[in-house]
């Protein structure tokens, strides 16, 4: 199965980077390479995920990686809809996959 980044989420890993850059370039530069082979395993098993429980979708899951959610959705590919800081509330909007 293809997966797929929203620019929404794409936007958010690139903060993220950008923080941890502030103080450790190179640490950031490996979360990225690490979170994006992470993510390419739900191209195998896209189930793999826990269901998200504010949506309560059963095709809108998440991994965690880290500190972060990775929320994305599943229908005839993987869509990575956000990425968030475990500790942050999520905003429902961020998950509402049917506009693609």
Do not use: C
């Not at 620019?7 to 950031?28: C, F």
């Not at 990775?70 to 509330?89: A, F, M, N, P």
């Amino acid at each position: 199965m293809k997966v797929e980044w929203s620019p929404l989420a794409l936007d958010r890993v690139s903060d993220i980077a950008r923080y941890i850059a502030k103080d450790n370039p190179g640490a950031a530069e490996r979360w990225v390479n690490e979170l994006f082979d992470s993510v390419e395993r739900l191209a195998d098993f896209p189930e793999s995920g826990r269901v998200v429980p504010e949506a309560g979708v059963r095709r809108i899951r998440e991994v965690i990686f880290g500190a972060y959610r990775v929320i994305y959705s599943v229908k005839d590919k993987v869509e990575i809809l956000t990425v968030r800081r475990g500790s942050q509330l999520l905003d429902v909007s961020e998950i509402d996959d049917e506009q693609g």
